[in-house]
């Protein structure tokens, strides 16, 4: 048992924070500490710069340009970008698309995709979700039917995430429709700019656009953009859903949020005292940073035995809880910012949005606190709803 | 990062589990609480002949010089069986002052008793007015000669009824509640002016009200006049211990309950079909799991050389442990339904385990009070 970082870990973690610092632009930083989401520009010239180090995929195998981690220099990546903040690897690209590809592409697929994803040459952007089809994914009804030497696809995605910033769309669409629900899918790879594609906004209820409604109408799709076997999309759409789950974790990202509570906490006055003063307003910070420090330790136990067990395929019980309690925590953090902003939370506006505060009606930390709020409660939706999480626990590890 | 056990500690895993999956069934325990002691003297000598009584000494003492670690997987074999003999305030509470505390005479007269079984100690601090605070010590201590004259009174003292030899801290300086001035005696239970009126506590352990008057303590422990650091250090790696029986006794009351749930049948199918009843026994599963990660933590937290930083890690086990079990107990009891209630079932006892193990030495309340006092755990730079 050695519950501790080996020094070349710790050499590592170093290496990361003098990266950052030499590399990340401060604009981008500041942005973040602000609690805005990275804009598209930011996320394009940091996954270059991720790319041109050799970092901009640390789940890739090497041969297709990962870095060759282990799964600890993994998390410390991970999460040394979150503290400072500096923008994520594009998720569509590195943790969702590209290990399909590599997984169950063809040679020509992953020469001419995997490259422009590292490079972020063509931002991507997922097709699963339907208006018919969220927890129960397997439900979906987008057609894609061949005809001669092309798919014709139609049908209706939505809350496809950044689909206004894409490039391509990788997409599930039912390809056997007599089949058994889950085997009649297929993975397609589409490029945004077919004929019969619209991209219609959603705007969710703090007032960003994220999401998006993405309409298919007779889209043509070449027939060597379909990825792995006819049918056998579902496999494909499993292995990128059980990429996820270290993702949703999120341990440095709530730490710095954590901090930045602290932070403000400590500048904001509550009657005669600072807000951190106030026993009950710091033992509910309390509380999150205890969870967080157990939530830590999990994905270390999920790391060493990912590290032991490689290959054998068994689910450790450990990982089901990363998903529930890094978004009750992320969740809870993103409540008490907001509750130290007090009325000065309440000014509307998107968050991300810039000079919606020019009138200085609000602290500018105070700005968009309550959005970032509502705009968070998704995290416990999406990604397989935690009700979901606890329905697989029940089934996977309870044997209920 | 490697939770794996070695070679050695896995061998004294097997040889726990073994020990105690022959002679620690439900109805064995049954037997033993209902003895005249309330646990067995029998089953304490195969702890002996086991090594895990000398478990924590260094070698050289007498003892096996296991860690931490080694600490970790008995307690966590013996909650899961939810046992009955003073290993915690023996070889955990009581080890760990001579350890930390004793002078090497001392610790050579004393651990070789110890190891074999033949000696019992308790830890005789908490007063009727301290509560939580292990500096609130109203408990005297005057220097007489070489040896020091202890007067007042302790009470919920784990195995006090049973204890050779008290652990006992009392005041040479100060005020009630000052840190500094606080001694730290080892009096023996057979000396003039101690007297000793055992008791059940309700999760099966015993314990006893010691009343100290004018009693002669031959030996102080650590520094005389700043004992509470010992103190501190001390019962930090005894929350080490509660954390690993906390996981043990959590895992088995979790299992109990899913077989519950796979058997008992009602509206025509086993209740473990229905969703509101699976996502409560899957809340469990997250708190067990983040409980688990914080008692490794805790194993190593516990010899942090920083006081100051293990104080706030052991806060953070102590408060995260505290609220899981209080969860997995109460749920544990719910999920059964009526069963679980009665005496004659083991899920109970469990509970009443969890509940007890959960305030030791500060309850989820004061862990984190006293967190949130020190500024929580993440730095705001």
């Known amino acids: 048992m050695e519950l501790r970082f080996t020094d070349e870990e710790r050499a590592f973690r170093q290496e990361v924070r003098d990266f950052l610092a030499a590399e990340c632009p401060d604009a981008t930083r500041q942005h973040m500490i602000a609690g805005k989401s990275p804009t598209k520009e930011m996320v394009v010239e940091w996954q270059r710069k991720l790319n041109k180090r050799g970092w901009a995929a640390p789940e890739w195998p090497k041969d297709h340009g990962g870095p060759g981690w282990t799964p600890a220099q993994k998390y410390i990546f991970r999460e040394e970008l979150q503290m400072w903040p500096a923008p994520s690897p594009l998720g569509f690209n590195i943790n969702m698309c590209g290990p399909v590809i590599i997984e169950f592409g063809t040679p020509e697929q992953k020469a001419r995709f995997l490259p422009r994803m590292l490079n972020l040459d063509d931002w991507w952007c997922q097709g699963f979700s339907e208006p018919g089809a969220g927890s129960d994914l397997a439900g979906l009804k987008t057609r894609a039917v061949r005809d001669g030497d092309h798919w014709v696809i139609n049908g209706q995605k939505t809350w496809t995430t950044l689909a206004q910033h894409a490039d391509w769309i990788f997409v599930l669409a039912r390809t056997d429709p007599a089949a058994k629900k889950q085997e009649g899918i297929s993975f397609f790879l589409v490029d945004m700019k077919t004929p019969g594609i619209t991209v219609r906004p959603i705007v969710t209820i703090e007032g960003g656009h994220e999401v998006n409604e993405v309409f298919f109408d007779d889209v043509k799709v070449p027939l060597d953009h379909l990825v792995g076997q006819e049918n056998k999309g579902w496999d494909c759409a499993k292995f990128l859903l059980g990429n996820e789950r270290f993702g949703q974790a999120r341990v440095g990202a709530s730490r710095e949020r954590i901090r930045r509570l602290k932070i403000i906490a400590r500048e904001t006055m509550d009657g005669d005292r600072p807000l951190i003063e106030d026993p009950e307003f710091r033992r509910q910070m309390t509380e999150m940073e205890i969870e967080l420090k157990a939530l830590e330790m999990t994905v270390m136990r999920v790391i060493a035995n990912e590290t032991k067990r490689a290959g054998t395929g068994k689910p450790d019980p450990a990982t089901s809880v990363l998903k529930i309690k890094g978004t009750e925590i992320q969740q809870g953090v993103s409540e008490l910012l907001m509750k130290a902003a007090g009325p000065y939370a309440w000014v509307d506006g998107d968050p991300d949005a810039e000079g919606t505060n020019e009138w200085d009606v609000a602290p500018d930390w105070a700005f968009g606190l309550a959005g970032v709020y509502f705009n968070w409660r998704k995290q416990s939706i999406y990604g397989g709803s935690n009700e979901i999480q606890r329905n697989i626990m029940a089934k996977a590890f309870l044997g209920l | ?381």
């Not at chain 2, 073994?18 to 067995?40: I, P, Q, V």
């Not at chain 2, 009843?277 to 937290?301: C, G, N, P």
């Open chain 2, 1 to 381: 990062m490697d939770f794996d056990l070695n070679e050695s500690q896995g061998m004294l895993q097997d040889s726990v589990r073994k020990l105690l999956s022959d002679k620690y069934g439900f109805e064995n325990r049954k037997a033993y609480l209902a003895s005249e002691t309330g646990w067995s003297r029998d089953l304490w000598a195969q702890y002996a002949d086991l090594g895990l009584l000398g478990l924590p000494f260094d070698e050289e003492d007498g003892g096996f010089g296991g860690g931490g670690e080694e600490v970790m997987i008995v307690a966590e074999q013996m909650g899961r069986h939810i046992t009955l003999e003073p290993w915690l305030s023996t070889v955990v509470l009581g080890g760990g002052f001579l350890r930390h505390g004793a002078a090497a005479d001392l610790r050579a007269d004393m651990v070789a008793g110890v190891a074999g079984g033949g000696v019992l100690l308790a830890f005789a601090q908490q007063e009727r007015q301290s509560r939580y605070d292990l500096h609130d010590v109203a408990t005297t201590a005057k220097k007489d000669g070489a040896s020091w004259v202890i007067t007042g009174r302790k009470g919920m003292v784990l195995h006090g009824d049973t204890a050779d030899h008290f652990i006992v801290t009392a005041r040479i300086s100060g005020n009630r509640r000052d840190k500094g001035g606080i001694g730290v005696f080892l009096v023996p239970a057979k000396a003039e002016g101690v007297a000793v009126r055992g008791f059940r506590q309700v999760d099966g352990s015993r314990a006893a009200e010691v009343e100290f008057s004018d009693a002669r303590a031959e030996h102080a422990l650590g520094t005389p006049e700043d004992g509470l650091a010992l103190v501190d250090k001390v019962v930090d790696e005894a929350i080490a211990a509660l954390a690993a029986e906390a996981i043990g006794a959590m895992d088995v009351v979790h299992a109990m309950t899913l077989d519950y749930m796979k058997t008992r049948q009602q509206f025509g199918k086993p209740i473990g079909s229905f969703q509101a009843l699976q996502h409560k026994a899957a809340d469990m599963l997250v708190a067990i799991e983040q409980s688990r990660s914080m008692a490794y933590f805790a194993t190593m937290a516990a010899r942090d050389p920083d006081a100051a930083e293990r104080r706030r890690n052991m806060h953070a086990v102590k408060a995260q442990i505290g609220r899981s079990q209080r969860l997995v107990g109460q749920e544990a009891i719910q999920l059964h339904g009526g069963i679980a209630m009665t005496m004659e079932y083991a899920a109970g006892h469990y509970f009443k385990r969890l509940t007890v193990n959960e305030a030791s030495f500060g309850d989820t309340d004061f862990h984190l009070r006293s967190l949130s006092d020190l500024g929580g755990l993440v730095q705001a730079a």
